[in-house]
Structures are given as C-alpha cells and as structure tokens.
C-alpha cells in the first residue's frame, strides 16, 4: 500500500485548473522544470539557513505543492496531448534530482548523520530506477511502495515540519533514516518482482 493509491482523486482535484494551463499555453515540460527548479531553490535555502530551523517548514509545504505539480504535469502530457520523448526523461530526471536535493539538508540536522541521509537519497534514486526498468521487461512503470515517492514527499514533509516546530529533535530520530532506508530496500524488491511477474504474464 502506498500514498500514491491516492493519486486519482487529487488529479480530479486540479484538472479544471490544468485545464486552464493548458488553455493559457503552459507545456506539461515547463511545469516539470519549474517544479524542479523550485526545488533547487528550496533545498539550497533550507541548507543555507539550517541553523535557524524555521525554514524546514517550507519543505512540507513545497512537498505538497511539488505534487500538485507532478500531477498536473502528468495530466497535461496525457490528457491534452503533450506526451513527448523528451518529456519522459525530463520526468524520471528531474523528479530523481529534486528528491535528492530535499532530502540532503536533513544530514545537517542531528541526529541524522550524513551517513543516512545519504543512504536514504541512493535508495531512493535506485527504487525510482527499478520502477522505470519495468517498462525494459514488458511491464508498466512500477509504483509499488511501502516508500515510494509519495510516501516519502509525508515523510520528510512531516520531518521538516517536526523540526520546524519542536527541534531539537530527540535522540531516538536517528533510527527514522535506517527505518526508511529499509523500507526502500523493500520498495526495490517489491518493484522488481512485480515487474517480472507482470512483464512474464505479458
């Protein structure tokens, strides 16, 4: 089970305002960097100022409205015909660059270590990977959590909110990152093996 489950209904949400982008000329690739770049902005900010804490907070609230924009990206692509090859691996890249770029300020903070947040951002680079490999067997491009980008945009959302909020944070926070670390691992697993099964039944 995983967040993503829920995808459909916040699409259903901001389909009239795709709709609008769409009408206003805005490309499904324009969002996707825009969403990336923002990103950028985002982590480098909270990594400049992380000894004031209080810019943590934005991460949960860019964690949502990053989502906003993944789906509305993925909905102008499908839904108003602006699939495109480039868009594909701008999708897969970007999304890949800016997770990693949110996730690192987190190894400034104790008492997460740079060793498990590290690990983490590898982790969670390789599942994204295993999931498009998917599409090189005959499958779909896998989703399958328990830790998958959703489910970690929660994750690190609420840790920034927690940090904002109530930091210091107490010493047993440290096992968050190997909780997570393995939970991708079993993300990875779970997507490769659900990929053979549907690329053989294929």
């Given at each position: 089970?995983?967040?993503y489950?829920?995808?459909?209904?916040?699409?259903?949400?901001?389909?009239?305002?795709?709709?609008?982008?769409?009408?206003?000329?805005?490309t499904?690739?324009?969002?996707?960097?825009?969403?990336?770049?923002?990103?950028?902005?985002?982590a480098?900010?909270?990594?400049w100022?992380?000894?004031?804490?209080w810019?943590?907070?934005?991460?949960?609230l860019?964690?949502?409205?990053?989502?906003?924009?993944?789906?509305?990206?993925?909905m102008?692509?499908?839904?108003?015909?602006?699939?495109?090859?480039?868009?594909?691996?701008?999708?897969?890249?970007t999304?890949?660059?800016?997770?990693s770029?949110?996730?690192?300020?987190?190894?400034?903070?104790?008492?997460?270590?740079?060793?498990?947040?590290?690990a983490v951002?590898?982790l969670?680079?390789i599942?994204?990977?295993?999931?498009?490999?998917?599409?090189?067997?005959?499958?779909?491009?896998?989703?399958?959590?328990?830790?998958?980008?959703?489910?970690?945009?929660?994750?690190?959302?609420?840790?920034?909110?927690w940090?904002?909020v109530?930091?210091?944070?107490?010493?047993?926070?440290?096992?968050?990152?190997?909780?997570?670390?393995?939970?991708?691992?079993?993300?990875i697993?779970?997507?490769v093996?659900?990929?053979?099964?549907?690329?053989?039944?294929?």
């Amino acid at each position: 089970m995983s967040i993503y489950a829920l995808k459909p209904r916040f699409q259903s949400l901001l389909r009239p305002m795709t709709a609008a982008l769409a009408r206003a000329g805005v490309t499904a690739n324009q969002v996707t960097l825009a969403a990336c770049v923002v990103s950028l902005a985002v982590a480098i900010f909270v990594a400049w100022r992380s000894d004031e804490r209080w810019p943590f907070l934005l991460v949960p609230l860019w964690m949502f409205l990053r989502m906003a924009f993944n789906a509305i990206d993925g909905m102008l692509a499908r839904e108003f015909g602006q699939k495109t090859r480039l868009g594909a691996y701008l999708n897969e890249l970007t999304d890949v660059v800016s997770d990693s770029a949110l996730y690192l300020p987190f190894a400034l903070i104790a008492p997460f270590s740079v060793w498990t947040v590290g690990a983490v951002v590898l982790l969670a680079a390789i599942s994204e990977y295993a999931g498009v490999l998917g599409l090189m067997v005959g499958a779909s491009r896998r989703y399958d959590g328990p830790m998958g980008k959703s489910d970690r945009a929660f994750v690190f959302g609420a840790l920034g909110l927690w940090i904002g909020v109530a930091s210091p944070l107490p010493a047993w926070a440290a096992y968050v990152m190997p909780v997570v670390a393995v939970a991708l691992v079993v993300t990875i697993v779970n997507r490769v093996r659900r990929g053979l099964a549907e690329g053989t039944l294929a």
